[in-house]
């Protein structure tokens, strides 16, 4: 088992940035692929983010790609989200989810994949 658990959501205006931590008890980051998902109010949880157990693997939803990037920090051992030109559109509460693996490189996008599960970090992007 594991346990994974969010730091640094908060409220910046729009084109601003923020940092989001994830960092993990029972097992580490080398043995979990992991993901940042986020949900809005009347909408769906959705993967935002990924990362291999290798860090060598990325993913991003295309409405991020270019202004967030995932990353390990390996002096705080989390794995961070760095979230910049933020938009109102990316108001949401944000999840850091993993969850363990043998394989280096995989990651998958189905939430149900996904069995540890942090309780979430509010980012409010106003205009």
């Known amino acids: 088992q594991a346990q994974v658990a969010e730091s640094g959501g908060g409220s910046v205006q729009a084109g601003g940035s923020l940092r989001l931590s994830c960092a993990a008890s029972g097992r580490t980051f080398d043995e979990l692929y992991t993901g940042w998902f986020r949900q809005a109010p009347g909408k769906e949880r959705e993967l935002v983010a990924a990362i291999s157990r290798s860090g060598e693997t990325t993913y991003y939803t295309d409405s991020v790609k270019g202004r967030f990037l995932i990353f390990r920090n390996k002096a705080k051992k989390t794995i961070d989200l760095q979230m910049n030109a933020l938009t109102p559109e990316d108001t949401a509460v944000y999840y850091c989810?993993?969850?363990?693996?043998?394989?280096?490189?995989?990651?998958?996008?189905?939430?149900?994949?996904?069995?540890?599960w942090g309780q979430g970090t509010q980012v409010t992007v106003s205009s």
């Open positions: 989810a993993a969850h363990w693996t043998f394989y280096n490189d995989y990651i998958p996008k189905n939430r149900d994949e996904y069995g540890f």
